[in-house]
């Protein structure tokens, strides 16, 4: 089975410096991985993603992600912050050979900006 | 492409209605999602499709919901009767080839039983 945990569920930083948002999976198998963003009432929109290339992915925004198969981990960054950046994000994990159906979610973390 | 498009983007109802949400999947994907969102149990999948028939709906909550893909450009999610409890934001998703990649989501409907 898959599951996805998401280590905070509030992240804030001031503008301009370094975000960090942590994520850790579980997987029975090779998994896909994935953040998505959700700005307040909006759908959620994909980030990144990891499907056994590179490990470190980059994504829009300005955003990367590093798979790290020793720490089952694949932490959101991202070198600057901006206040757009400010919402909601989710950390989501894709067994292809074992687990749960589609897409498992983790609870989500909202990142704060501050001016 | 449009992306996925959801209607209503907003519904408030009575409690004992029937609600319907629609949704549009993007062209040429052949998965299609239902999932709720409440902040106390957060992303939920209700069910999924595939070429327009239903998988898996283990996550339908109970069988006041019912959901239908009549083709591949088009899927209803009904409750009926609704209840207060069901208030949450509905997402569609859709994507290609695959329910383990990348799903596109709608905006959703936000949905409200009074």
């Known amino acids: 089975a898959q599951s996805v945990t998401q280590l905070d569920s509030h992240v804030s930083v001031s503008e301009g410096t370094p975000v960090l948002l942590r994520c850790n999976y579980s997987s029975s198998y090779s998994p896909s991985l994935f953040w998505y963003v959700q700005h307040p009432n909006k759908g959620l929109q994909l980030l990144l993603k990891?499907?056994?290339?590179?490990?470190l992915v980059k994504g829009i925004n300005g955003f990367e992600a590093e798979f790290k198969k020793s720490e089952t981990s694949f932490h959101l960054t991202k070198p600057s912050a901006h206040m757009s950046d400010a919402a909601e994000y989710f950390c989501?994990?894709?067994?292809?050979?074992?687990?749960?159906?589609?897409?498992?979610f983790g609870k989500g973390t909202h990142l704060i900006i501050q001016p | 492409d449009a992306g996925v498009i959801q209607s209503p983007r907003h519904e408030v109802t009575e409690m004992g209605q029937e609600v319907t949400l629609r949704c549009k999947p993007i062209?040429?994907?052949?998965?299609l999602f239902w999932y709720r969102q409440t902040m106390m149990r957060g992303l939920e999948l209700l069910i999924y499709?595939?070429?327009?028939?239903?998988?898996?709906d283990s996550g339908m909550p109970e069988d006041r919901f019912s959901a239908k893909m009549p083709n591949a450009s088009f899927s209803t999610l009904k409750i009926q009767p609704s209840e207060p409890r069901d208030s949450a934001v509905y997402f569609c998703?859709?994507?290609?080839?695959?329910?383990?990649?990348?799903?596109?989501f709608g905006q959703g409907t936000r949905l409200t039983v009074v």
């Open positions: 990891y499907t056994s290339a590179a490990t």
């Open positions: 998703a859709s994507s290609l080839g695959s329910a383990y990649t990348e799903a596109f």
């Open positions: 499709f595939n070429n327009n028939v239903p998988i898996d």
């Open positions: 989501v994990v894709s067994d292809l050979q074992g687990g749960a159906d589609g897409l498992t």
């Open positions: 062209s040429g994907h052949d998965y």
